[in-house]
Each structure stands twice: as C-alpha cells, then as structure tokens.
C-alpha cells in the first residue's frame, strides 16, 4: 500500500509540476504577444513624462499648453481604446490560472494608486506630487517585478527594479526632475522589454 500511494504521490507531484510548466508556457506565448502593450504604454507614459518635464521648466504660452492636454488627452483615450479592444479579442486566452493571477495584479495595481491618491489628498489637504509621484512608481515597480517573476522573465523583473530605483533616487528631487527621473524608468521597464517581447513573440 505504501508503495502504491508513493507512487501515486509522485506521479500526481509530475503531473502538478507539468501543468504548472504548460500554464508558464501559454502565459508566456501570451505576454509575448501583450509586448504590443506595454510598448504602446511605455511609450506614451515616456513621452508625456518628458512633454510634462518641458513644460515644468521651459516657458510656454496658455495655447500651448492647451493644446499639449488636447493632444495628450486624445493620445490617451486612443490608447486605452486599443487596450480594450485588444483584451476583448483576448479575453479566451486569460482563462489561465497564472493569466488571471496577472490580470488582477494590474487591476490591483490601479485601485491601489487611486486609494493612494484619495489617502494622500485626506491627510495633507492637498496634492503632495514630491511625494505622490514616487510612491506610484514603485507601484508599477512591483506590478512589473511581479509579472516578470510569475512568468520568469528576468527583463521584465530587472526592468522592475531598475523603475524601483529610479523610485528612490527621485525622492531626493523636485517635482520637475522627478517627470524626468520617471520617463527613465519607463522606458527601461516598458518600451525596451516590451519592444524585446515583441520582437521575439514568433520565436
């Protein structure tokens, strides 16, 4: 009996283990593919970080600026469409255990920095941004560590903690420098992983 059961122990451990290496491998096919997302998103937090950091320091008209939100505003709300859409079309591949676990990793992610925002605004009366901004980044910077760490893609985890960095050292800075600080850390934790995933997605 003892025989039998250890066996069966160890046979249904095997079978544990490979259903788990399928999942990783399906999730992986399937970020591989999202790579479209995060360099969509990369790159337009990137360039709206820099867009605000010249705005912040460099003079400029009310027109100007007017049309800056205009644009970035449509930019956005594009953005966000095509994110929709495209999860819509991809929703029979979230099905997986590890799929759904990512998928409420950013949901989490996003209620997360709004709560931050209304506790912010409850305790000091009025938006901090020295302060509001890096406690966002290490948000995302876990957000991206855990992603990369579920699906054991060491670009995207060293990307997180590079962003996690970059949280720290903005600290130390004002605001303007912060959007600046920021647009790094984007760019190393979204558009360079996200452009490396995408090239590699038929691979």
């Keep these: 009996m003892e025989t039998r059961n250890t066996t069966t122990e160890k046979f249904d451990e095997s079978q544990s283990i490979q259903v788990i290496r399928e999942m ?85 992610l996003i209620l997360g920095m709004s709560l931050i925002s209304m506790i912010l605004f409850n305790v000091l009366e009025e938006p901090d941004f020295k302060l509001q901004h890096p406690i966002f980044m290490v948000f995302i910077a876990f957000a991206v560590v855990s992603t990369g760490g579920i699906l054991r893609y060491k670009l995207l985890i060293t990307g997180g903690a590079v962003f996690a960095g970059l949280a720290y050292i903005a600290s130390f800075f004002a605001i303007e420098k912060q959007l600046l600080i920021e647009s790094v850390a984007w760019l190393f934790a979204f558009v360079i992983p996200g452009h490396w995933l995408y090239f590699k997605r038929n691979k």
């Design 24 to 108: 990783i491998q399906v999730s992986q096919k399937k970020i591989k593919d999202d790579g479209i997302l995060f360099i969509i998103w990369g790159w337009l937090w990137f360039i709206g970080r820099l867009t605000d950091y010249y705005f912040w320091v460099y003079p400029h008209t009310h027109l100007m600026k007017q049309v800056k939100n205009i644009i970035g505003g449509a930019v956005f709300l594009f953005v966000l469409i095509f994110t929709i859409i495209y999860l819509y079309k991809k929703r029979k591949r979230l099905t997986t255990y590890i799929g759904i676990s990512l998928r409420y990793i950013w949901i989490s």
